[in-house]
């Protein structure tokens, strides 16, 4: 129960239904409703009730998260985007979402019925879970996992299993496709996603995500600008944003695993990229920019909101302006330079820790600066490396000889005389 | 080890990049192509059987629709065809009006190429939607030329349709200096991003000596270094009047394609701006008395070509003495730039599969007529 | 400005070359028997003199009597240009002719619209199959015996 009563929903809620002198009288006057002796039924109550404050808070963010997509998208691409329905066309997403209820549900012949049901829950599961441990404010959480940052790694590893049952289940060649690339960059991606946060976690020394909010004096991105840089390219993989969307390669594969979902299967399957989305800018803006932290002028909801929705910005930015890589080029990238960086960051992060076990906030600022020249370097130095292939094959084609073309003539009495003009 | 079992999909004629209804059987082992099969005829209209039946300057408005994105040049081509057929001799202001149109066609239609190959890669619209911009105030002087901004059928026999209005000269002018910045900044993209250098460089190489053998002309060809542009080689037209570069590149993959492309366009608007210098004021077109509405060209055949947007566009007309073509055949170079297909893409990833067909450049009215 | 051969000297070289390939002659265009196309495609691609490297085009027209199929061909390295033309199915019985495929790359396309929309068979072309319309389509569009739907209609009433 310890964790828990930090919880400041689930406290009121509790409080409201069943007052116990042990841990409700201390925080001030509360109903209590129930009789003692139905804490069981009030932590039942209240337990569901934060769930679905919380699952309807991520829903309304999907929709609000699709709307603002497509009003920036429209921005970047010198349009208006949606306009019509509503404010600014806010409710256009809405409209949408009510749209997608009421259409046809097509099940193809050849698919695995079961399977093919059940992937759109299994795809949606795991995303809602992210969430639980994610504190959105001071003592707004689900559950405050000790393990939290294991629980995101081990839940978003799951998703790709339904992405590789939706593909599977589908009977469709090209869905199949795209369940293996997903399985290829899901693994590939796993790896360096989960050494990139070492650093975080030998820096905080805690798994749980309010204890890493409350150990950054400064932000760590500052701290860790390797371990962000390569975080934020392993969960654009894993949430499959450009450049790494090639589960959904929209000009190769069509929608991909989505290819024969219809109706609202389709709609949770796009709901939940969408929640993946959120989800991820979540870990960032919690494990990199301090999650809720901030001045005192604003409460910290309002910190937590602004942080994640520049994070959201700088994907869709990221989308808007880069192509798609190629699946060799994209695995190259995992095994040959995020894996390099996550090493080069973990050993410089353990330097620094062994030398300065409990830095102040000035030796932070000097740690950063020393980290951010390492980074830069090997950057630098990493993408040089990758970048060789290419370079290679470019000077190699620059030595041919031209075709032929004008070089003689024939002989005049040959020749037709032209009598037009054209 | 594990054997692999390669797999057969169906790609198109429904799929979001097969630049129209183009249909590929491609066999794959893994991610790598091993087999292409093109299947074509999906917007088979029977232009040619159509034309049989139609009057002279009639057949004018089923070139538009072949490839309908430069539909200028399809009608250059098959008016240069019908000139030389029935022994018109045009007026100088006309031909000067159909080579800026057809020069600005030229700029459109690499523009949507240039715009195509950076979607086919993956970006999400936003290349393409800075291109199709750019295109739209060329299609708005289209409209001013002729009324209408796809389907033009602007030239006739001897000339042009109208001659251009008052408001055309300024409005050109503008789009002249607008064009070559909207393609720096597409070079800019293709060229500073290296994405996009490292998915198209070395990528489908063709060597000149199989592409000249497999009749692929146009950009393609000159991408491999090939110096053969008809407007340079035999000049229709008045293109012997006008000096112009011709862009080569010598390394023949995705990337030299439409870095060629570029440079073309960029060509274009110079010989754009020449033709604004040299044109005088006069008839757009013979009077009726010379070249009559409805054409009777004596009996004869007759092969005439250009320089495309997307190769050499050429029109072989038959004349039984009638009013009507007895045969009309189009040499469309879409269709045949897609000959060496199977050679470009066996060995390449799936991920490039759109990459290099889009780089050919084709348009699938043209390739089915 | 690409020369044109002309059809008198050309007709003539080849003939010197295969003796009794050559048909007729006229300004622009050499007539050759179609026996001896593969042949004459050939030398007109191998022979220093001719050296045509790039098919231009190939079509055909359906002259009732028979049907005339025209190569257009050129020389990048000279910048010269030549059409070569040949009369297959005499009496509209099951006209055919030997492939360029062999020789031009870029026929193999073209033969195979000619086959779809002229019914012109060509003798070992790699992929004989109709380009355009579908296999069994009835027919053979652009020959001048071919019925429209409209003109069915109109046709039956008789």
Known sequence: MDMIVENNIFRFIYCNLVNTNESCSDFGNFLGILPLGFEWLAFLISGFLLCFIYINGILGAVILSIWGERRLYGRFQNRSGPNRWGPMGVFTSTADAIKVMFKEDVVPVDADKFLFNLAPVLMVFPVFMVFSVIPVGIGTFVVDLNVGLLFILAVTSLSGLAVVIASWASGNRISIFSGLRAVAVLISYEIPMALSLVGVLMLSGTLSLNGIVEAQKIPFILLQPLGFVVFFLASLAEINRTPFDLTEAESELGAGYLNDYSSMKFGIFFLAEFAATIGASAVIATVFLAGWKGPEILPSHIWFGIKLILVLGLIVWVRMSWPRMRIDQILHLAWKGLFELTLINIIVTTIMISIKPDPSVNEMWIMAIINWVICIFSLIIVSKFLNRSVKDNFSNLKNTTPYPVGTEKIKSSFINKKEMVN | ?369 | MTDQWKGIVLGKMLNQILPGCLVSTNKYDVWIKNENLLEVCNVLREKEEFKFDLLNSITAVDYIDYFEVIYHITSLSKNASAVIKTKVGFGRKDPSLSSVVGVWRGADYQEREIWDLLGIKFLSHPNLKRLFLWEGYPGYPLRKDYITYDQSIVTDNK
């Open chain 2, 1 to 369: 080890m594990p054997s692999t079992q390669p797999v057969t999909v169906n790609l198109g004629p429904q799929h979001p990049s097969t630049h129209g209804v183009f249909r590929m059987r491609v066999t794959f082992d893994g991610e790598e192509i091993v087999d292409v099969e093109p299947v074509f005829g999906y917007l088979h209209r029977g232009s040619e059987k159509l034309a049989e039946e139609r009057t002279y300057t009639q057949v004018l408005t089923l070139t538009d629709r072949m490839d309908y994105v430069s539909s200028m040049l399809n009608n250059q081509s098959y008016i240069l065809a019908v000139e030389k057929l029935a022994n018109v001799e045009p007026s100088p202001r006309g031909v000067w009006l159909r080579m800026i149109a057809s020069e600005l066609q030229r700029i459109a239609s690499h523009l949507v190429a240039t715009g195509f190959l950076i979607q086919d890669l993956g970006a999400l619209g936003t290349p393409l939607i800075y291109s199709m911009r750019q295109r739209e105030y060329i299609l708005d002087l289209f409209e001013m030329l002729c009324g209408a901004r796809i389907t033009n059928s602007y030239l006739r026999p001897g000339g042009v349709y109208m001659d251009a209005p008052e408001e055309f000269w300024p409005a050109l002018d503008k789009v002249l200096l607008d064009v070559p910045h909207a393609f720096d900044e597409l070079e800019e993209l293709l060229s500073a991003n290296e994405i996009i250098k490292s998915r198209t460089i070395g990528v489908s190489i063709l060597s000149p000596e199989s592409m000249v053998n497999a009749s692929i002309t146009g950009p393609m060809l000159r991408a491999g270094g090939v110096d053969w542009d008809l407007r340079h080689r035999n000049p229709y037209d008045f293109y012997d009047q006008i000096n112009f570069h011709r862009p080569l590149h010598n390394s023949s993959d995705n990337f030299a394609r439409f870095w060629v492309r570029i440079q073309e366009a960029r060509e274009s608007v110079k010989i754009i701006r020449q033709c604004i210098d040299k044109i005088e004021p006069g008839p757009v077109r013979p009077s009726f008395d010379e070249v009559p509405r409805l054409l009777r060209p004596p009996p004869g055949d007759v092969y005439s070509a250009i320089e495309g947007s997307k190769g050499e566009l050429g029109f072989y007309l038959v004349s039984d003495g009638g009013i009507a073509p007895y045969r009309c055949h189009v040499r469309a170079s879409s269709l045949i730039n897609l000959t060496l297909l199977r050679e470009m893409l066996i060995g390449e990833l799936f991920n490039d599969l759109f990459v290099s067909f889009g780089s050919i450049d084709l348009n699938m009215g043209e390739v089915d007529r």
